[in-house]
């Protein structure tokens, strides 16, 4: 009898440990409808629903045509996101600038539009914008 006890113990224990997945990790946090900033490789949660997550991870391309340069393209900044919610999680790519040639501005995801509206900073010519410098705008619609 003793012996059933302490496994189901720990059946139990290993079970609270390791049978849950852990909770998203936030760095900030975001209301519906209320456009806000993320910073490079942070992630954000809705207020309200705290098992939804968005995380930047990266820019992976940024075509932007430099300020103070004169282009025949506005160009484009691509970002890497991934959207969490009720455990399913998906990899999105939004984009900003002129999305005549490919990107997305928005995605919708579990009913919620997730929208890119701004990239900081602006590119200028000669210099290189290191991924840890990249901020973002979004907006989250329901």
């Known amino acids: 009898m003793r012996n059933n006890l302490f496994a189901l113990f720990a059946a139990s224990l290993l079970f609270t440990c390791f049978g849950c997945p852990p909770p998203a990790h936030c760095d900030q946090q975001f ?11 942070t992630s954000a949660c809705m207020k309200t629903e705290t098992d939804f997550t968005i995380r930047f991870n990266q820019v992976t391309d940024d075509s932007r045509c430099p300020e103070g340069v004169q282009c025949i393209w506005a160009g484009r900044v691509d970002v ?27 995605v919708v995801f579990n009913g919620y539009t997730i929208r890119l509206e ?11 914008i290191e991924q840890k410098d990249y901020t973002i705008r979004l907006m989250v619609a329901k």
């Open 118 to 128: 701004n990239i900081a900073p602006a590119k200028v010519e000669g210099s290189k």
């Open 80 to 106: 890497a996101l991934i959207l969490a919610k009720d455990g399913a999680a998906q990899n999105i790519e939004l984009s900003s600038g002129d999305l005549g040639k490919g990107g997305k501005g928005e």
């Open 31 to 41: 209301n519906v409808n209320e456009a806000f900033s993320m910073n490079q490789g």
